[in-house]
């Protein structure tokens, strides 16, 4: 069985502009939540998505957004960017809704460097 | 506001001691203390969970030991491995909240 699939795996933007970040997850698993993970703060939570609706949202600004499709790929997308964004960016998958617990299963990331 | 605090930052063990990681968290809500190992290039992935309802849990070499009314909760690896050498989190959850995550700590184990 397939795990989580990250595209791409690196990217490089330049100040101001946007990105979009892909996530499939495993095959029947209906939640995807993404990670944003840099050095000084670890792993924080973006949002998560539950049979295409957001469920939870993190602490962080407008210019990050998400959603799920039908068959449950996800994608992010970061408007305006900064230099601060730049960071590892994680998708998870789970079977069910995150919110009881579930396992995740990580992608291995898209590395986003912002200059 | 850090609701998972982790530490130490960085640790390094002989091939063959114990290595372990402490964890404490804020939220009494909380019932779900999982720790994540990730290795350079990989996503985290799952190495082992407790709830409040036992005091330790082990799997194999691995061993959670969670103290409810100290808050706290650690994760000891016996006879550590140098293939052992990962970043490891903890984390915390409840039905309400999505995993929260502690900065993680840099486990390196010598020969």
């Known amino acids: 069985k397939a795990g989580v699939t990250q595209t791409p795996r690196y990217l490089i933007k330049t100040r101001g502009q946007q990105v979009t970040l892909s996530c499939s997850p495993i095959?029947?698993?209906?939640?995807v939540s993404w990670y944003q993970q840099t050095p000084g703060q670890g792993l924080q939570f973006l949002f998560e998505?539950?049979?295409?609706?957001?469920?939870n949202k993190g602490n962080f600004p407008g210019r990050f957004s998400g959603r799920q499709f039908s068959n449950s790929r996800s994608e992010m997308n970061v408007s305006t960017l900064e230099l601060g964004d730049s960071a590892l960016y994680l998708c998870?998958?789970?079977?069910?809704?995150?919110?009881?617990?579930?396992?995740?299963?990580f992608g291995s990331g898209t590395q986003l460097s912002v200059l | 506001q850090q609701q998972v605090k982790q530490s130490p930052q960085s640790l390094i063990v002989q091939k063959g001691g114990i290595s372990i990681i402490n964890c404490a968290y804020e939220?009494?809500?909380?019932?779900?203390f999982p720790w994540y190992q990730q290795f350079p290039g990989k996503g985290p992935a799952l190495l082992i969970a407790?709830?409040?309802?036992?005091s330790e849990k082990k799997e194999g070499r691995f061993t959670i030991s969670f103290n409810k009314s100290a808050k706290q909760f650690s994760l000891h690896i016996m006879d550590s491995q140098p293939g052992d050498s990962a970043t490891y989190f903890c984390?915390?959850?409840?039905?309400?909240?999505?995993?929260?995550f502690g900065k993680g700590t840099r486990l390196s184990v010598i020969a």
């Open positions: 095959s029947g698993h209906r939640s």
């Open positions: 998505y539950f049979s295409e609706t957001q469920r």
């Open positions: 984390a915390a959850s409840n039905a309400n909240t999505p995993l929260v």
């Open positions: 407790i709830r409040p309802d036992v």
């Open positions: 939220n009494t809500a909380f019932d779900y």
């Open positions: 998870a998958s789970s079977l069910k809704d995150i919110s009881i617990n579930e396992k995740l299963f």
